[in-house]
């Protein structure tokens, strides 16, 4: 009887050596994990194809995340944690009144919810563990060990707390990453750029507005400066079409339902109206008496411009912090640069086209998977070992006169 031996063969062989490693992107409005593998790094979706997970988690008798959580976000206000980002490494004092509301009198600071106090670090625990098992499901093996961004101006008492929240739900955090670090490595940068160029990461997500500026130096890519504006982001685009609106139809004396509608279709309005140049609005409903209204690209622009040039001023400050005047790239981050007006925008005031052609929402999480993969030992040596700079002089550099 003849057998016959096969060897494996050999991309088969690259395939099973491959370790595992993920990036995680853990953000205010939305998180996401991706990983790098022969094709190229990717973001996981889920069963059914989507990609971002909303960071809410719900504590009501069980732990929900996500999707399901966010649609409890009106029915069960009081059990559904929404942006626990903001809160993670604060204390009492760091905060606002409005943001203290709705925190358990607890210390160390919590959400007050009918599982009993959660703090930012357990809520933010939850999210990681969530964008984990679906990593594990999707791909039917465990990771070797992750890399989550965090905002570059982040201090050691938020970096910490990641960590922390890292360590509770049972991951190996390989390194932190700063987030605009990460999306210029996702388009190779931190590889092609010269040493000494300048980058800027314009970062406009749903609720904050971050502007970072990178600097090459001796193969490394060094935070500069960072600025922005924490209570500017997507979200207030939503609102000034909502005013419109309620001006449109002279309405009065809302529902917080009611408004809560007008929100939900105003967001609706804003992103379609970055495909298509003309949105028409039906009243439907209790809204039904009302004429139906029609939005243009042109209104939404002109409704924006303000919002937009508060980016563009504090660009203009973090640019003179950094005490740069020539930029060699910029990074388009955040679901809201999906906005033509906003792209223009930036376009114009730094006189060039930005990086754009990778998601704009997806972009940090595929940065954080390129580096967590070299990290796992899938690189050939080469790679630069993009070390970030470390929080503290970081934070003595980054604020510079501020602190
Ligand atoms: P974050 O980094 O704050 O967690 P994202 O980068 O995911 O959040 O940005 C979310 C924001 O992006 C929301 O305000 C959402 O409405 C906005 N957004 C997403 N897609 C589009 C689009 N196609 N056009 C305009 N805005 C968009
Ligand atoms: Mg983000």
Redesign the pocket.
């Known amino acids: 009887m003849l057998l016959q031996i096969s060897e494996p063969n050999s991309t088969d062989n690259a395939a099973r050596e491959r370790k595992r490693g993920l990036g995680i992107?853990l953000?205010?409005?939305?998180?996401l994990v991706a990983t790098k593998s022969e094709q190229g790094a990717d973001v996981i979706g889920d069963a059914s194809g989507t990609r971002?997970v909303p960071?809410v988690v719900n504590f009501n008798g069980g732990v929900k995340v996500g999707v399901a959580a966010l649609d409890l976000a009106v029915s069960d206000v009081r059990n559904t944690v929404l942006s626990a980002?903001r809160f993670m490494g604060r204390s009492r004092d760091d905060l606002s009144e409005a943001q203290l509301l709705g925190l358990a009198g607890t210390d160390p600071l919590a959400f007050d919810t009918g599982d009993g106090p959660k703090t930012p670090v357990e809520v933010s625990s939850e999210i990681l563990r969530a964008l984990a098992a679906r990593a594990r499901d999707s791909l039917e093996e465990q990771e070797e060990g992750v890399v989550i961004t965090v905002p570059a101006y982040f201090d050691d008492r938020q970096r910490q707390a990641t960590r922390q929240a890292a360590e509770f739900a049972g991951l190996n955090v390989l390194r932190l990453l700063n987030e605009p670090t990460a999306a210029a490595v996702a388009y190779g940068l931190d590889e092609t750029i010269a040493e000494s160029s300048v980058v800027a990461v314009y970062?406009?997500?749903?609720?904050?507005f971050d502007i970072s500026i990178l600097r090459m130096e001796r193969g490394l890519l060094r935070v500069l400066a960072t600025g922005g504006d924490s209570a500017l982001?997507?979200?207030d685009?939503?609102e000034v079409i909502v005013s419109w609106m309620v001006d449109q139809w002279a309405l009065i004396d809302l529902t917080r339902d009611q408004q809560r509608r007008l929100s939900v279709t105003a967001?609706a309005i804003?992103?379609?109206?970055?495909?298509s140049s003309e949105v028409s609005i039906e009243a439907s409903g209790e809204f039904a008496h009302l004429e139906d209204l029609s939005v243009t690209r042109e209104t939404l622009a002109s409704l924006c411009k303000g919002l937009i040039q508060r980016t563009l001023s504090a660009c203009d400050q973090a640019l003179g912090d950094a005490d740069v005047t020539e930029v060699a790239h910029v990074v388009l981050?955040?679901?809201?640069t999906?906005?033509p007006v906003v792209h223009d925008a930036v376009a114009q005031y730094f006189g060039r086209e930005p990086l754009c052609s990778l998601n704009?929402?997806e972009v940090?999480a595929l940065g954080a998977a390129l580096q967590a993969d070299i990290l796992v030992g899938n690189g050939d040596g080469d790679e630069a070992l993009l070390l970030d700079v470390i929080p503290l002089s970081l934070g003595l550099e980054t604020y510079g006169g501020l602190i």
């Open positions: 992107d953000g205010t409005t939305n998180s971002l960071s980002k970062d406009l997500g749903g609720g904050t982001g997507g979200d685009f939503d967001r804003k992103e379609r109206l970055s495909e981050v955040g679901g809201s999906r906005m704009p929402d940090v």
